[in-house]
């Protein structure tokens, strides 16, 4: 694989002085707290200025290098040179529960080809646009119900239970073959483990409960008796002929469990808050249809929920944007902030639903990037393209000051979103 660009060749690295010239003082503390919920830590624009590559100190106290262009961001995550691998000494996780789920569960999402390309290749045709396009009535269908729902009650609703929880919760349990009244059990202990207020014990105990008890359960009357669904046709291809073992599956059940409906889940209600904080843009999309597939694009740049920032350990030293990043050193390319970058939006910081901002990395970058990216904006589509045309007066029940964000997650997002019409 070529290396990008902008990354230093190894001759280049012989030569480097190790750290960073733009680097002065002690690591900052990571993550950093907002000043505005729809906007990321105001230090990340200072970084992306003037120390693009810069120390930073996570929960454990260890140190690792945060990129906040998105030439950087976009380099390091195509580096062969960077690694996924969870299970490697010193790799910067998020908070004790996701540290520990995803080293001892691990999916294709924490592994590096030719492992990640192998593992991958077992799903990538459960999510392809043709596939993803079938179901596109049955979310059609979903979110015409639960809008139908919440005019039929009246206002106030509560939009994340009501909607934007709702239809990603739904479809995932249908594609995987999930009981929906099950949807308690397994949000709230995913909420627990992304938690970075969990200790590492109740961390512990919670993945026990959702993968060896309830997935591994799952799995275990699925292999018995396979159906029509996602993890009976992963069991019967790739279980029975020995590429997956029983541990993989529920590996496997678990990734697409919890980011098949946290991610789609957040964004939904975080787009639904960033147009109503900007009237005009709402009013041009009411206007004009035409202008959704556009407006979802923006609302995944301008929103981009997965604020935790992509993790990664570097395999060998690299030279970058005039740092040495030492092998074994760990990395966050942190894909809000360079959502951000003036370099590749003009005037990032304004919501523009008539950009083009395809280019956007919301859904990551290279093999890593999302598998259900389309399943994610078949969702969004048909909630943005229905929600405000049949509540046209949708409104916020509260002010902006009384809603929870939440900050301490692995997923960013609002607790609840009150609205009214």
């Known amino acids: 694989m070529a290396v990008p660009a902008n990354v230093g060749s190894s001759d ?5 002085v190790a750290g960073c010239p733009f680097h002065h003082g002690a690591a900052s503390a990571y993550p950093m707290p907002r000043d505005y919920p729809l906007d990321p830590p105001p230090p990340l624009a200072d970084l992306r200025k003037d120390q693009p590559i ?11 290098w945060l990129a906040t262009r998105y030439d950087d961001v976009r380099a390091l995550l195509t580096d062969p040179r960077v690694s996924a691998d969870t299970t490697r000494p010193d790799f910067p996780g ?18 590096d080809p030719p492992d990640h390309t192998l593992h991958r290749r077992m799903l990538t045709a459960e999510f392809t646009v043709r596939r993803i396009d079938q179901l596109r009535t049955r979310i059609q269908e979903i979110v015409d119900q639960r809008i139908e729902a919440m005019l039929d009650k009246g206002p106030p609703a509560e939009l994340v ?9 739904l479809i995932i349990c249908d594609l995987l073959g999930i009981p929906y009244e099950d949807q308690d059990f397994f949000q709230s202990r995913a909420a627990i483990i992304a938690s970075s207020n969990t200790s590492p014990e109740k961390a512990a105990e919670v993945t026990r409960e959702l993968c060896d008890g309830y997935l591994g359960d799952l799995i275990d009357r699925k292999s018995a008796d396979p159906q029509d669904d996602l993890l009976s046709r992963v069991i019967v291809a790739q279980f029975r002929s020995g590429n997956l073992d029983r541990h993989g599956l529920i590996s496997v059940a678990r990734q697409l469990l919890v980011a098949g409906h946290e991610t789609s889940a957040n964004t939904i209600a975080m787009g639904v808050l960033a147009l109503l904080e900007h009237p005009d843009q709402l009013k041009a999309l009411k206007d004009d249809p035409s202008l959704l597939n556009g407006a979802v694009e923006e609302i995944l740049r301008y929103v981009d929920v997965a604020h935790a920032g992509r993790r990664r350990i570097a395999l060998a030293d690299i030279e970058i944007g005039g740092c040495l990043i030492r092998k074994g050193d760990g990395i ?19 919501f523009d639903i008539r950009r083009d901002a395809r280019h956007h990395v919301a859904f990551g970058f290279g093999v890593h990037q999302c598998l259900g990216q389309p399943l994610a904006r078949a969702e969004l589509q048909a909630v943005f393209g229905t929600l405000f045309k049949r509540i046209p007066a949708l409104r916020l029940a509260v002010p902006v000051s009384a809603l929870k964000f939440k900050d301490d997650m692995f997923v960013y997002g609002v607790d609840s979103l009150p609205i009214a019409w």
């Open 12 to 16: 280049q690295q012989a030569g480097a």
């Open 161 to 169: 239970e009501d909607l934007a929880l709702a239809l990603p919760s």
């Open 332 to 350: 966050i390319a942190h894909n809000p902030s360079a959502n951000r970058d003036a370099r590749a939006f003009d005037d990032p910081d304004r």
């Open 54 to 64: 810069s120390r930073v100190r996570l929960w454990n106290g260890q140190e690792a």
């Open 94 to 111: 998020h908070s004790p529960g996701m540290s520990l789920v995803r080293s001892r569960y691990r999916t294709f999402m924490s592994m």
